[in-house]
């Protein structure tokens, strides 16, 4: 096959950026309940500062501030960053207060089914084609949303919001045409005042925990922005050099170190409807799967026979 007719492999080193960001998102767990003394709204304030102060030092050594500045001019881009910033906003407290609250598994349910919301929010908001096999799928996952809400008597609110947030968010950032990083900055230069501004109550109200529980504390405070960025810095790199199809099985990673942390450390309930609702989305996702497998194969073949050697 001729080299401009043949498909594009996988770089290892993307594949082992885009893993690493995975695991990464995965562990975060660990970090939010390590901070679970603090309240989940200045943990998420302590995030959004610390994290647009490193991304101030990675923009200015990587040249990229006079870009920034560019974006900065666009109402329309800015508007969608706004958009964007609240939806990641909301995101991260959910999931920080999810985790701190003993809700691990119902986070990992969410991130789980976000790729069959993400398929649904394309079919509805970019005209793309529901399958057969994705029709059956989403039939799957809400027969799982159906026994939680029957059997357990609760709609899963968690891992619904979590779904439907992210999914947006990722729907506004694919039409918004802004790199990860630069995104990411923007997003937090617009949640960093209200960030401030709550920082500054709960001091004045003398609430705050930063510098009032103990170092060890105060530390992590602060990780929790290179927590943010790197793992979106290692993404990034990632997405560049592998295929889409290899990031749509790598994006499972996270969820599923969620699971077992949640079921095998943390013990939390995990009886027979639970276990039900997870297997009818992972079969959901099976489906999924293998029809962007298949789809990929055929795309090979007809490139193949379109470009032979």
Known sequence: MSPTGSMRLDDPRGVLYAALAYVAWGLVTIY???????????????????????????????????????????????????????LIGGNWYLFIWAVVEGRVLETSLGYYINPLVSILLGALLLGERLSRLRKIAFALAATAVAIQIIMLGELPWVSLTLAFSFGAYGYLRKVAP???????????????????????????????AFGAQDMAIDLLLIGAGPVTAVPL??????ARMVRLSTMGFLQYIAPTISFLLAVYVWHEPFGPVRAATFALIWAALALVSWEAVANERRFRARRAVANPD
């Open 32 to 86: 939010w309940k390590l901070l679970g003394s603090v309240p989940s709204s200045e943990v998420l304030a302590h995030r959004i500062v610390w994290c647009l102060g490193l991304l101030i030092i990675v923009i200015g050594i990587m040249g990229r501030a006079r870009h920034v500045l560019h974006l900065l001019r666009k109402p329309k881009i800015v508007g969608l960053m706004v958009l964007t910033a609240f």
């Open 233 to 238: 810095l290692l993404f990034s790199l990632g």
């Open 178 to 208: 802004v790199e990860a990083l630069e995104g990411l900055f923007i997003e937090t230069l617009v949640l960093a005042p209200l960030a401030v501004a709550w920082l500054m109550w709960v001091a004045q109200n003398g609430t705050m």
